[in-house]
């Protein structure tokens, strides 16, 4: 454990970089003013549904099973090898292994999952998101085996899963889309003459896609063959069909989707729309509804246009339609995902609804529960979603133990969306994703404040997250002004190469010892002098800056904590160790202390450049692109290795001769493992004397 007296340091150097200050804010309490229906369940068409099979894992799953639960409906779960001890099988009432870890022989084996429909006796089955979600020959299978799909019917997610069959169907509603080449020839002389037509920037785009994944921006001629086979790959991995089409990129758009509900009665409504724009690896990362700066006007026509975009597919069950804004309000259909979104928490928490509630209501043949005119929008929500990657490293995903975790507490105004726990692992064969925080207030500012406030209370050991990243960004002035672009912020993450946590106090009698310390912030060192006090303070100098600091710590139940006062000014951190390093968690965000590794000790590079390059994860080696004797340049692809769900790239660090590649294609590499040597070259001129 390491001292109050050490630590001390680190909250000294976090003072000195403490730049935001958050008002606390009362928040009202939430009243709802609508109409509440107390509804039967299955009543008009006898589609009695009494349990359902949840086919997807993690957050999803759990979400689903909570509201099943309420409802009185037995759930049942499927899993693979690696999810034998997951949160959601130990939460269904049935659960029944469905193969090994990758997705392709286990979640996404249709087969595995009707077989245990049948010998569970389930009358439904939700897809939750992702896997075969957007499937239409799942659908369709479903209805053929006289199992009720909880979604739309195959035809609505053939016609608008489809992206080139989406577009036309919008085009004749009625509905502006964006210019883009959407035909069948899928040739890359094709492909690069139609983005030639169109001009760069264009987006390379997974006709059956969603999610990000199998989308590529190509803004050059140069780069598009091989952002054309990047967006393939991931295509065939995720969907398996690697057709493309080919779009105009606007910089600087607004990502705006509307929320749709439809029934088997023809009825269809808008739930109000989100912004999704804050992306990264065209991911959705924080999401808000309403979208900010949205005129009543606007939002109408928007909601309209995505209820007859609804009609138009005769579409039941929960879907959103995606536009994008440009800085006019004029809007152009993007994409329709016919299922429920991973954001769709924020606008039940505008709404009032539980809209896998509604899903399961609509599936089993009952009308939609609201009308339009009952459908009232209240306050404002954000949701964040916490990934295990490291924002420094292009946000590199990462697998793991979660040695710690906590959370803020959930309540009326704060949900935590979660399929793990402390202690599991977060696996490399699936998404990244740890937990969603998801926050309402009475307005967006109110709203913001305590995301901000709730992010600084997810306290996470074991591997890198973005949740100080997420934290940095809702701070953003952007941001915070309801812009809507995605804002970069720098990273403030604060390590010590020469730690002193596990050294002794520093007291010597009669004399006031001082020692010379370097603390890492970034990749910037810090020298910080420490002079130890008869009285058992601390004055420390950093530059031209003099703290005084006291500290002590304390316990409270399983949790550590370090009381520290800064000249005068006193605060309070969660303290946890790991092996070599401590992690100070604050209102600031938090920060890591590492002890450093000799160099004799240290098997790897940390950059990967001495001799070879190393693998960033754990993953499958997709494709080699290189073989012995070949010359690269530095920058050069080398390897793409898939793993959690994302595609990588593998670079040459350096100009060199490739001496030896140490994996094969199909194969699996260990994160940090060495996959290419470099033939090691005489330098120019050496010898010569």
């Known amino acids: 454990m390491a001292s109050a007296s050490a630590v001390s340091v680190l909250l000294v150097a976090a003072e000195r970089n403490r730049r935001l200050r958050f008002p606390s804010l009362l928040l009202p309490p939430r009243k709802w003013t609508w109409k509440q229906r107390n509804m039967k369940y299955a009543t008009a068409t006898g589609r009695n549904i009494t349990k359902i099979l949840i086919a997807n894992r993690g957050e999803i799953a759990c979400r689903v099973m909570r509201t099943a639960k309420k409802m009185g409906l037995q759930s049942v779960a499927v899993y693979s090898d690696a999810d034998r001890n997951s949160m959601h099988v130990n939460m269904a009432d049935e659960a029944y292994c469905i193969g090994p870890a990758p997705s392709q022989q286990s979640y996404l084996s249709m087969q595995k999952i009707i077989q245990v429909a049948k010998l569970s006796a389930a009358q439904a089955i939700h897809p939750g998101y992702g896997f075969l979600s957007e499937n239409m020959e799942f659908a369709e299978l479903c209805k053929q085996e006289g199992i009720i799909f909880i979604g739309p019917p195959s035809s609505a997610i053939r016609d608008m899963g489809i992206k080139s069959t989406s577009k036309s169907v919008m085009a004749a509603a009625g509905v502006p889309v ?66 493309m089409l080919i779009e105009k990129f606007v910089d600087t758009p607004r990502h705006v989707e509307v929320q749709v509900f439809g029934d088997h009665h023809g009825n269809a409504v808008y739930l109000f729309e989100r912004d999704c724009s804050v992306q990264r690896r065209h991911q959705k990362i924080i999401e808000e509804a309403p979208a900010p700066g949205i005129k009543p006007e606007v939002r109408r026509k928007l909601g309209e246009a995505a209820v007859r975009a609804a009609k138009a597919v005769n579409y039941v069950g929960a879907g959103t339609v995606e536009f994008i804004l440009d800085s006019q309000h004029n809007f152009y259909f993007m994409e329709m995902n016919t299922r429920l979104q991973v954001e769709h928490p924020v606008t039940e928490m505008i709404t009032g609804t539980d809209l896998v509630e509604w899903q ?32 420094n490293n292009d946000f590199m995903p990462g697998a793991g133990p979660l040695v710690h975790l906590s959370t803020p507490l959930a309540d009326l105004s704060t949900r935590i969306e979660t399929g793990v726990q402390q202690g599991d692992d977060v696996s490399v064969h699936y998404d990244p994703m740890i937990a969603k925080l998801v926050v309402w207030a009475a307005d967006r500012q109110a709203a913001l404040t305590k995301l901000r406030y709730s992010l600084r209370q997810f306290n996470i050991v074991g591997l890198r997250t973005n949740a ?94 370090l009381r520290s006062s800064v000249n005068g000014v006193v605060r309070r951190a969660k303290l946890v160790t790991l092996e070599n390093a401590v992690h100070l968690f604050s209102m600031e965000g938090s920060i890591e202390i590492t002890v450093p590794v000799p160099k004799y000790l240290s098997s790897v590079s940390s950059e990967g450049t001495q001799g070879g390059t190393i693998a960033p994860m754990t993953g499958t080696i997709e494709k080699v692109l290189v073989k012995a004797g070949d010359k690269v340049k530095a920058g050069d692809s080398l390897m793409v290795m898939i793993a959690m769900k994302m595609e990588h790239t593998i670079k040459a660090p350096r100009d060199g001769t490739i001496k030896t590649v140490l994996f094969t294609e199909g194969s699996q590499a260990d994160r940090h493992s060495r996959l290419v040597e470099f033939e090691e070259e005489e330098r120019e001129g050496k010898g010569s004397e």
């Open 360 to 391: 399961l209501r609509i599936a089993a043949g009952e009308e939609i529960p609201l009308s339009q005119e009952e459908i009232l929008l209240q306050g404002h929500a954000f949701e964040a979603r916490i990934y295990a990657e490291d924002p």
């Open 468 to 561: 100080d990243f997420l934290l940095r960004l809702a701070a953003h002035p952007a941001f915070e002004a309801g812009a809507g672009a995605a804002a970069r912020a720098s990273s403030l993450q604060t390590r010590d190469p020469f730690s002193p946590f596990s050294l002794s106090s520093g007291r010597r009698l009669n004399i006031c010892y001082t020692r010379n310390l370097i603390l890492r912030d970034g990749k910037s060192n810090v020298a910080v002098a420490v002079t130890y006090n008869h009285d058992g303070s601390y004055s420390m100098q950093i530059e031209d800056e003099t703290f005084q600091v006291l500290g002590a710590l304390h316990s409270e139940g399983d949790c550590t904590y």
């Open 178 to 243: 964006v210019d883009g080449y959407h035909g069948e020839d899928q040739s890359d002389r094709c492909l690069r003459e139609q983005a030639a037509r169109i001009g760069y920037p264009v987006m390379i785009k997974a006709v059956r896609g969603g999610g990000g994944k199998g989308m590529r921006i190509a803004r050059s001629e140069k780069e598009f063959h091989e952002r054309l086979e990047s967006a393939r790959r991931e295509a065939r991995k995720s969907f398996s069909d690697d057709a």
